[in-house]
């Protein structure tokens, strides 16, 4: 193949997969019913696999009052809390596949001087296992809010299935632990968001999204 052919190819290949990674970082979320997720609207977060736990809510599971922590419905019939999705861009009206977002359960805090935004409970970094709790802040991207943005993943196995996955693109030069959001069922029956960094038997929390 000549010099100037073999060049030419090479670029054709990398603009489409350019093209092809941006055209993937851009497409909508889609909710259960088909229709874009959108900014700032009220839905359900629930499980794909059905007889497995209902949707989310925020509960004191420990023995500290706050922060409160995200966990599952015991029951799959409980719709549990509806959320919000804030992205990153303000402006933008639509939540996209893997950019970094906000998530806020709707309602009163049941903590005082707290939020219902979801955050990393840094406190438990150090038994390896991660909780995710609520107290975190809305927008202000960057290394002080790093631990309140998560991605929405989309799952292959279908077309309105998908995760949710910590791996913060808000700080350049922030190296936070990414993982999916798994479910840790804990001896007493609880629930709980954890994030699932260390191979542990936990697997992604997969998900679709119900219009409230």
Do not use: H
Not at 17 to 22: P, Q, V
Not at 184 to 199: A, F, M, P, Y
């Amino acid at each position: 193949m000549k010099p100037t052919i073999f060049a030419v190819s090479c670029l054709l290949i990398a603009l489409t997969t350019n093209i092809w990674l941006a055209s993937a970082a851009t497409n909508r979320v889609i909710d259960v019913d088909g229709k874009d997720l959108l900014a700032r609207t009220n839905y359900y977060i629930l499980p794909v696999v059905r007889g497995n736990g209902g949707g989310l809510k925020f509960g004191n599971a420990r023995q500290a009052e706050c922060p409160s922590d995200v966990l599952q419905e015991p029951n799959e019939v409980n719709r549990g809390l509806k959320a919000t999705f804030v992205p990153q861009k303000s402006s933008e009206q639509y939540i996209r596949e893997s950019t970094d977002v906000n998530i806020e359960f709707s309602g009163k805090p049941t903590c005082k001087q707290s939020t219902n935004v979801w955050r990393l409970d840094q406190a438990f970094l150090a038994n390896e296992t991660t909780y995710i709790s609520t107290g975190g802040i809305i927008g202000n991207p960057g290394a002080s809010t790093f631990n309140c943005w998560y991605k929405i993943v989309k799952v292959e196995s279908g077309t309105n299935r998908y995760k949710l996955r910590f791996c913060p693109s808000v700080c350049k030069y922030c190296t936070p632990d990414c993982g999916d959001i798994g479910i840790l069922i804990e001896k007493s029956g609880t629930r709980r968001l954890v994030l699932n960094t260390t191979g542990k038997a936990f697997g992604a929390f997969e998900v679709f999204f119900k219009k409230a």
